[in-house]
Structure formats: structure tokens, C-alpha cells
């Protein structure tokens, strides 16, 4: 059972439009969320990070919002850019310990 | 420095073979951790090592044996692995084991082949 989700694949998007990438979660004890980026032949890069006493986080152009209720999160970069295209991975823990990832999602951002 | 620095980038090892994966940081972290991740695959958890102490084994086999000799350094161990250990291992840091408001950073991987 698959305990966080991200439901798309692959998602492409225009330059300069938004992308917003999902994730489901299903244990109500998770607190603390993470949102890596993966280039190809690459480790994962921290990119952002939510705590759930909040329900919104501002880095630059990344922004992640958690609906705590619906056990979702997503994260929008806004303007996307060709440079943003990598594979995103959610992940999820309770108090910073013992991260569960999800599948990923491989963004594309089309010049 | 604000890296973790992996070697060797790549390793290819026999079935018999012992051999080590070595992960450095001079950031003051204080929680060190070992993933490992196969094609197409998020990076799966292995063990965390939080204050030179291991806090976390995910299950992980006999086979791999980590080791963290002072705060900066943390080793892997390898030996009698099998073709599907075959992966990319990935060694990360944070500021201590609550992850809290601190980000994770990662190396950049030493891309392991069992033959």
C-alpha cells in the first residue's frame, strides 16, 4: 500500500505558465514534507520543505501548499522554466524521521 | 563547503568482493543517512546514523554494513552482494535527525554494478 502518492506521472507545461505537481498522502500521523527535484545521473536536491502548523511555503518561484484535511500537497513553480524540467518527488515523515517517497513526477517545461 | 562528496562515483564489483562507498560532509551535520535508488525508482531509505549513532536500519541486509567513524564521515560496506544490489547510493546530511526547517542534502551518488 502505497503510502504517498503522486497520481501523475509526467507532466508537461509551457515556459513561463505554471506547474503544479501533487501528492497524496495517507497517514494522518506525517508532519513534515518534503519536495526533492532529481536530474537525470543526479542525487535528489533538497528543493522546499512544509511543516503541518503551516499551511503554505514560499521559496522564489516554489510554493507548497498542504491541505492538511485532505491529506494533499502540492507544489507550483511559477514562471516554470526549461531549466525546472527533472523528475519531483514528494516525500513525507513524521517528525523528520524515517522519509517515505512517493513514485515521482517527471516534468517537462516546453520552450 | 557545502557539499556531501561521494566516491567512487562508480564501482563495479564481483559477487565475492568486499568494498566500501565513502561519504564525507564538513557542513556540522549531525544526521547522515544511506539511500538507495534503482531505475525509475524514488530513493528508498536505508540507514540514518543521527550523532554518530545508527537510529535507523531500514531492513536493510547483512550485506551492506554501514559505519560512521567520527561526525564527517560515513562508510558503507559492501560484501557478497548480489546482482540486484546493482543501484545508484545515494549519502545525505541535515543539521540532526528532526529534519526540521532544515533542508537534506544529498551527494551525488556512487553508481554501483554486481556482476
Avoid at chain 1, 521559496?59 to 498542504?66: I, K, N, P
Amino acid at each position: 500500500d502505497q503510502q504517498v502518492k503522486q497520481n501523475s506521472p509526467s507532466l508537461s507545461v509551457q515556459e513561463g505558465r505554471i506547474s503544479i505537481l501533487n501528492c497524496d498522502y495517507t497517514n494522518s500521523m506525517f508532519d513534515y514534507f518534503l519536495w526533492y527535484k532529481k536530474y537525470p545521473a543526479e542525487g535528489p536536491t533538497f528543493l522546499i520543505s512544509i511543516s503541518s502548523i503551516k499551511d503554505k511555503n514560499e521559496d522564489g518561484r516554489f510554493t507548497v501548499f498542504l491541505n492538511k484535511s485532505a491529506k494533499h500537497l502540492s507544489l507550483h513553480i511559477v514562471p516554470s522554466q526549461p531549466g525546472d524540467s527533472a523528475v519531483y518527488f514528494c516525500a513525507a515523515s513524521r517528525r523528520g524521521q524515517n522519509f517515505v517517497f512517493g513514485p515521482g513526477t517527471r516534468l517537462s517545461v516546453l520552450p | 563547503d557545502t557539499e556531501v562528496t561521494q566516491t567512487p562515483k562508480h564501482l563495479v564489483m564481483g559477487m565475492t568482493n568486499k568494498k566500501s562507498l565513502k561519504c564525507e560532509q564538513h557542513m556540522g551535520h549531525r544526521a547522515m543517512y544511506w539511500y538507495k535508488q534503482k531505475a525509475k525508482k524514488p530513493p528508498e531509505l536505508m540507514f540514518v546514523y543521527s550523532y554518530e549513532k545508527l537510529s535507523i536500519n531500514e531492513s536493510v541486509p547483512s550485506r551492506f554494513s554501514p559505519e560512521c567513524p567520527n561526525s564527517s564521515l560515513l562508510n558503507l560496506h559492501l560484501h557478497a552482494l548480489q546482482p540486484e544490489d546493482s543501484a545508484l547510493y545515494l549519502c545525505a546530511s541535515s543539521q540532526d535527525g528532526s529534519g526540521q526547517g532544515v533542508g537534506y542534502t544529498f551527494g551525488s551518488g556512487t553508481r554501483l554494478t554486481v556482476v
